[in-house]
Every structure is written in structure tokens, then in C-alpha cells.
């Protein structure tokens, strides 16, 4: 007998997917939560400290949230999402700030985000789950914390993989790499291959370009999400002379910013860019709704980019609600929520992966559960 009877029709039916019970720690919008469960796993609760998570996560995810930081999280809290589900998952994705390239150098090891790591291996080994999966910025393969957490699961008995991808070939319009650890402790388990086929990108056009035209500082009338931010007058000219791909080393002397005429500045190009229609995003942070932040100029329009626009780019359906529809919707928080998300469709590999493995798992003649 591969598992217990009771669970056999629903395996029979293909819905091994149900099988599979979810906590994701760290959940902040559901990026990874509406990814999981969008290939059937059953995520049961999101645990994240940031109040302004709880709508988003809730109206857009039938699942419930827990406003607590995971160092105070117990066993006890996770345990009774898990139910009697044959198969238990915990799902984590740590913050990215201190691993990220401008806060490295700033940080030291007594950086107290470092420990949320930690904190997620403490419910690993409290909650014994089957399954584990994490996603983060590549540099974290790099720090002591992240080779501790890996080993301690192997001595746990979980086989683990880690790599890097690109969320582009898992068809997210975006250049987004990202590291991706899956561990299971019912054997070998792998990332599935890229979906996009070689050489094939969803652009910027496939994703965005059908979104009503905004000029800077205009909000949709049908879509409170779909606003951009004002633009000072030097900045409109600036954009008016970008090009897609290009960066302020196109504009005439009189609109570069002095801080680019320095020498020290004149390397640093990669701000006060368009877009290009015909390539995916570069990635989203959470400051991408400015023109001044990054290559977030609109392809054509004279404009940065809206956050439903940068919300698309992270592969969110086009009504994902990120605050409700009686109070207004804060740039800085909403951008902080989209940047900071596991694209949803790098979230459904990852969920994809996870099933597909128990799926040949469960036709193996050992018994897994
Ligand atoms: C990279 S984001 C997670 C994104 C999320 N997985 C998604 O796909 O939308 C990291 C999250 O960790 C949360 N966080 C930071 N410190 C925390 C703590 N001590 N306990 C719980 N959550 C925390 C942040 O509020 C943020 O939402």
C-alpha cells in the first residue's frame, strides 16, 4: 500500500495537489501562496509581521493570515494548519534586504534579519514537515547562514536542492534571478525545466500593453491601481528625451542630474530608464513606480510605471486587490508589497515541482507516508 486508503481516491482522481498542506512564513501579498495554490496545493495559513499584508493576502487567497513575527511564531500555530493532511509543507521566504547588493556591505552578521533563517529551520525541525521550500536573493547561497540552514536539513534527512533561475523562462515578463531550495523527505526531488520555450521571452508588450494610456500623475477612473506618479517638470523633459533601453546618458548636458556629472557618477546608468516593449521587465523593487528609481520609464508614454503595471510584471492577475476599495492606495506600501513578492508564476513552478515530485513519489512502490 502506497498511502492510507483514505487519501488513495483522491491520488486516483489526480488531485494529488490536495494532498499537500501549506504554511507560508514571511507571506507579505501572496505572491508565492497564489502561486501554490494555483496549481492545487493547499496553503492554510500565511504568517507575516507586516499588518498591510492582511488584506491583499486574504481577499486574494482563500487562506488565513497570522499578523506575528515568526521568532515569536510556536509549533503551535503551524501544527493545527497542517490538520491530519498526509503531506506537510512549510513555504518561506525570508526578507531580501540584508542579502541584496546595496545592503551587503552595509550589514554585518549581527544584523537581526539574518536570524529569520534560523527562526524558519526552528519550525523545520519543531513542525516536521515533508516538505520545505525557500526562495531568495542569489547572493544568500553565498552567507554562513544559508549553508547552515541546508545542512541542517539534510541531517534532518530532507534531500535539498538549491539554484539560481531566471523567473523570466518560468514565464514571468521580467528579469528577475532568483535562488529557489527545495527539500523533501521522501527522496530526490528536482526543479521542473524552464516553460518558456529557448530563446522565447513574455515581453513587456504581452504583459502591460494593453492598459489604458495614463499620462504621469493620472489615476484609471476603473482601476485606483492602475495610477502613476507626478512628474517635476525637469523630470518630464528628462523622460521626454529616454529612449527604450537607454538611460540618461542620451539627454542633452542641461537635463543630467549633477550627481551624474561627477566621475563617480557618470558609471551608474542604470537609473532614469525606459523600458523596452519587446523584452521582458528588468526586475521590480519595491521603489518602481519612480521614474528616478530604476529603468521604469513606460516604453512609450511619458511616465513611470503604474503599480498594476509593476503588479503584471510580477505575473499578479490583473485583479489582484492590494487595498480595499474604500481607502486610497499608498505608493509606498503597495510598491513594497509588489517588489518584494515571489512573482506568482515562479511561485506555480515552484508549486509544479513540489507535485510533480510527490505525484512520482507516490507511483514509486515504497511506502511514503
Ligand atoms: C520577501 S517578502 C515575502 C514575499 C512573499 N513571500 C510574497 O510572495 O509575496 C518578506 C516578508 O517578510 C516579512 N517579515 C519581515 N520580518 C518578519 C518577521 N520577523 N516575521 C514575519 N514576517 C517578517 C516582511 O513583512 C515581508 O512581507
Known amino acids: 500500500m502506497l498511502v492510507d486508503n483514505q487519501w488513495s481516491e483522491r491520488i486516483r482522481s489526480g488531485e494529488s495537489a490536495s494532498l499537500i498542506r501549506c504554511v507560508d512564513l514571511f507571506c507579505g501579498a501572496g505572491g508565492l501562496t497564489h502561486g501554490l495554490t494555483s496549481v492545487g496545493i493547499n496553503v492554510g495559513l500565511g504568517i507575516d509581521i507586516d499588518p498591510s499584508c492582511e488584506y491583499p493576502y486574504t481577499a486574494n487567497n482563500n487562506v488565513s493570515f497570522l499578523l506575528k513575527s515568526v521568532k515569536d511564531t510556536t509549533s503551535a500555530d503551524i501544527s493545527k494548519f497542517f490538520d491530519d493532511a498526509p503531506l506537510r509543507m512549510l513555504a518561506g521566504c525570508a526578507p531580501c534586504q540584508p542579502f541584496s547588493y546595496y545592503s551587503r556591505a552595509r550589514l554585518n552578521s549581527s544584523d537581526r534579519r539574518w536570524h529569520l533563517l534560523e527562526q524558519f529551520s526552528r519550525l523545520v525541525r519543531e513542525t516536521t514537515p515533508h516538505l520545505v521550500t525557500m526562495e531568495n536573493v542569489p547572493l544568500l547561497q553565498r552567507e554562513d547562514v544559508f549553508s547552515s540552514f541546508h545542512t541542517e536539513l539534510r541531517q534532518q534527512g530532507f534531500d535539498v536542492i538549491y539554484r539560481v533561475v531566471n523567473c523570466a523562462d518560468y514565464g514571468v515578463p521580467q528579469q528577475r534571478k532568483r535562488l529557489i531550495l527545495l527539500a523533501s523527505r521522501l527522496g530526490p526531488i528536482s526543479l521542473i525545466a524552464p516553460e518558456t520555450p529557448e530563446g522565447y521571452r513574455i515581453t513587456v508588450k504581452d504583459a502591460i500593453g494593453n492598459l489604458v494610456p495614463l499620462k504621469a500623475g493620472e489615476r484609471c477612473s476603473s482601476d485606483s491601481m492602475h495610477q502613476a506618479c507626478d512628474l517635476s517638470p525637469i523630470n518630464l523633459q528628462r523622460i521626454q528625451a529616454s529612449k527604450p533601453g537607454g538611460s540618461w546618458r542620451d539627454w542633452d548636458e ?14 551608474y546608468s542604470s537609473v532614469y530608464g525606459r523600458m523596452v516593449w519587446d523584452k521582458p521587465s528588468p526586475t521590480m523593487t519595491t521603489q518602481f ?4 528609481n530604476g529603468r521604469f520609464g513606460h516604453p512609450e508614454q511619458d511616465r513611470a510605471i503604474s503599480l498594476r ?15 480595499p476599495e474604500d481607502t486610497s492606495v499608498c505608493k509606498r506600501t503597495v510598491g513594497r508589497l509588489i517588489g518584494n513578492a515571489v512573482p506568482v508564476k515562479l511561485g506555480a513552478a515552484i508549486g509544479k515541482s513540489i507535485v510533480s515530485h510527490v505525484e512520482k513519489r507516490l507511483e514509486s512502490k515504497e511506502r511514503i507516508l
Open 254 to 267: 542641461h537635463l543630467i542630474a549633477k550627481c551624474h556629472r561627477k566621475k563617480s557618477g557618470r558609471t
Open 309 to 323: 503595471e509593476g503588479a503584471i510584471l510580477q505575473s499578479f492577475p490583473v485583479n489582484y486587490k492590494f487595498t
Open 289 to 292: 513606480y519612480g521614474f528616478g
